[in-house]
């Protein structure tokens, strides 16, 4: 099956740096790749998503990028806020029958002021 | 309209109690996820329904556990002689048909074993 790893488990940034999460993936026919965000005693949400025949999305001042060569996919924030803490998790569908998504076990970003 | 919702919001039993989770996704969609959220930790995958196939019971972890998901709706997670390991946040998501497609969260259920 899919398997997904994700880093960093923890990313600590100053307001208005970039902060950078990186996954990777072990199932080549992976097609679909979404990003949620989590704030602390909600629920997850979804916050931005690829498809593999795309390389980059961008939504403001999020962006993700996708490498199929590698088998890797990376969530770029740009102008942090306060806000934007939260912990944040990748996934990845496999192509075929198989319709479940695979989340990687999350980053906690803090964004300190 | 209405998103996901759960039920009971928070659950206290003693350990040894079989306990039964409740999830009511969104009207239409097919796919329904159970997950568990350990304190600080990551989405733990316990089951997947998918429309009328056999679940996904591979993330599922113990006999102790079951799900069922009765006329493509509501579903049912049950723990039989909860353990206080099993003391956890358990969230249901549902999407439209499955992994390609967004997953809308519930609330979640915070269980409680003492």
């Known amino acids: 099956g899919e398997n997904v790893e994700q880093h960093p488990s923890t990313l600590s940034v100053q307001e208005g740096d970039s902060a950078v999460i990186k996954c990777t993936y072990s199932d080549s026919a992976s097609n679909y790749f979404p990003w949620y965000k989590q704030e602390l005693g909600k629920r997850p949400q979804l916050i931005i998503d690829i498809r593999s025949n795309v390389g980059e999305k961008k939504d403001q001042r999020i962006a993700v990028t996708l490498n199929k060569t590698a088998k890797h996919f990376s969530l770029h924030i740009t102008e942090t806020q306060p806000e934007d803490s939260a912990v944040y998790f990748c996934a990845a569908h496999s192509g075929g029958s198989n319709y479940k998504l695979t989340f990687g076990k999350g980053t906690l970003l803090t964004v300190n002021p | 309209g209405a998103g996901v919702s759960q039920s009971p919001s928070n659950k206290v039993t003693e350990k040894g109690k079989d306990v039964e989770l409740r999830c009511d996704p969104i009207s239409g969609h097919t796919a329904l996820y159970w997950y568990r959220q350990s304190l600080g930790q990551g989405l733990e995958f316990l089951i997947y329904?998918?429309?009328?196939?056999?679940?996904?019971k591979s993330g599922l972890p113990s006999d102790r556990f079951s799900a069922e998901r009765t006329g493509g709706s509501v579903s049912t997670l049950t723990i039989q002689r909860t353990q206080q390991e099993d003391s956890a946040v358990y969230l249901c998501a549902s999407s439209f048909r499955g992994g390609l497609y967004e997953q809308y969260f519930g609330p979640g259920t915070r269980l409680t074993v003492t």
């Open positions: 329904f998918q429309g009328n196939s056999a679940p996904d």
